[in-house]
């Protein structure tokens, strides 16, 4: 079978005697703990966490081996719990996350292992994990019930994984930590889309795929095309890419435009601003080929922020937090 983790290469002499130790009982293993932080100075103690990492990703692959495939959401998911929490122990994260992130693994796979059904599908805020992007939050949540959801379980898994991540980073050392995990999210719901539509091929509901959505960013106050974000417009041309691809058909395209929360110039002017954004993206779109007749526009101003910053200093830093928040969401109506 397929490997699932590289934790199962941070100590491979350990693999055999982890194993092991989840024989003793689904009981005893539900409760793995790792050694408080102010033991974590010695080699003992580390070894000893590696062995609880080890021991978790051993039941990981059995589960894997007895039938139960990658793909599937609580796998992926326990997995993604798994290399986050290995991921933060190992960056030397002194605060609660490594251990949470484990238990919510270990929580699903006591699950799997015992045949529990249905197994849980939210996703705890770990350690008070700040809840960041509500868009992609909002796009996860509508994968669940499409379609194609059963070709987008190990993205849809891992992206909601990732999202919790990148909200305990934001609260540890702020946006410039979170935005990598953050991207990682994104791509993540990306791929779950195109896997979902793809799936839903040759269904009954694949006359409706999973819309394609994109956003393109712009500087602050800012609305005209050379102040976009340039690897924002790879969002675009990777859905039109998609359209052809896919052959899918565009049946329409709406762009809502929308401001942070920080005032610009003149009265009501996010508001505006959101509106002149929008136009921007509508030529750009124009000048890649799509008819103009298919375009229709929404101006939300400031009024639906996906990204809070609240507490961050100084103001440029404030600024390129919110940056998610000055978009315009171009959303593709496809059919096949």
């Not at 609305?223 to 690897?231: A, E, L, V």
Request: glycine content about 6%; aromatic content about 6%.
């Amino acid at each position: 079978m397929t490997t699932l983790s590289p934790i199962s290469r941070v100590v491979p002499a350990l693999l055999v005697v982890a194993i092991a130790t989840t024989l003793a009982g689904t009981a005893a293993a539900q409760q793995t703990r790792l050694r408080p932080e102010q033991q974590r100075i010695t080699d003992a103690a580390i070894h000893a966490d590696h062995q609880a990492y080890e021991a978790t990703q051993g039941r990981i692959q059995a589960l894997n081996d007895g039938g139960r495939p990658i793909r599937d959401y609580h796998l992926s998911k326990a997995q993604c719990w798994l290399d986050v929490s290995f991921h933060e122990y190992s960056r030397n994260d002194r605060s609660d996350f490594p251990q949470q992130a484990l238990t919510e693994s270990e929580t699903l796979i006591v699950g799997m292992e015992q045949g529990a059904s249905p197994l849980p599908t939210d996703t705890p805020l770990v350690n008070g994990a700040k809840y960041l992007r509500d868009d992609l939050w909002q796009r996860l949540r509508v994968l669940h019930g499409a379609p194609g959801f059963s070709c987008a379980q190990q993205q849809v898994a891992c992206g909601e994984v990732e999202l919790v991540h990148a909200g305990n980073e934001f609260n540890q050392q702020q946006w410039r930590h979170s935005k990598p995990y953050i991207q990682i999210a994104e791509e993540l719901v990306n791929d779950a889309e195109a896997a979902a539509r793809q799936c839903a091929v040759g269904t009954p509901a694949a006359a409706s795929p999973t819309p394609l959505v994109a956003n393109v960013l712009f500087e602050f106050d800012r609305d005209g095309y050379r102040d976009i974000r340039t690897y924002s417009l790879e969002s675009v041309d990777r859905a039109l890419a998609s359209v052809r691809s896919e052959a899918l058909q565009l049946r329409g395209i709406a762009l809502v435009g929308h401001a942070d929360r920080m005032q610009g110039r003149g009265f009501d002017a996010n508001q505006a601003l959101s509106e002149r954004r929008a136009r921007t993206v509508r030529d750009l779109l124009v000048g890649r080929g799509i008819d103009p007749g298919l375009i229709r526009y929404e101006y939300r101003g400031d009024t639906q922020q996906v990204q809070q910053c609240d507490g961050v200093r100084p103001r440029a830093a404030l600024l390129e937090c919110l940056l998610p928040n000055r978009r315009v969401e171009v959303r593709f109506d496809v059919t096949r």
